[in-house]
């Protein structure tokens, strides 16, 4: 699995960094928690639309997703699920990722 350079495009992506205690007016804790992330980065990734039956096959049939990221390098920052990635103007989540020796798939869906 190789990528071409031209086929490369440009998002930014930001990596879950722990979790805070949502608060409501008063101060009081809600029990519930919210997921901080770092500040956005830039990455350039080839980014396809998930059509084909070999997608579909590696991440399984239960998977709900609305694009494919093709990485062709194995230091891939955005390879974490629950990463949160913006490209074209509409914000996606890592729902599964899928390595290999060369490169990872990553299947994102729209948030």
């Not at 086929?7 to 029990?31: F, H, R």
């Not at 980065?41 to 694009?67: L, M, P």
Request: charged residues 25%; proline residues 4%.
């Amino acid at each position: 699995m190789r990528s071409l350079e031209k086929n490369k495009q440009l998002m930014t992506y930001s990596l879950p960094n722990g979790t805070a205690p949502i608060k409501d007016e008063w101060g009081n804790d809600t029990l519930e928690v919210e997921t901080l992330y770092t500040a956005p980065a830039e990455y350039k990734a080839n980014i396809s639309s998930a059509v084909g039956e070999e997608v579909v096959n590696v991440f399984g049939n239960a998977t709900d997703y609305s694009r494919v990221i093709c990485v062709a390098e194995k230091n891939c920052p955005v390879a974490v699920e629950g990463a949160l990635i913006n490209f074209n103007s509409k914000q996606y989540r890592v729902a599964k990722v899928a390595d290999s020796i060369n490169g990872f798939l990553i299947a994102v869906r729209e948030v």
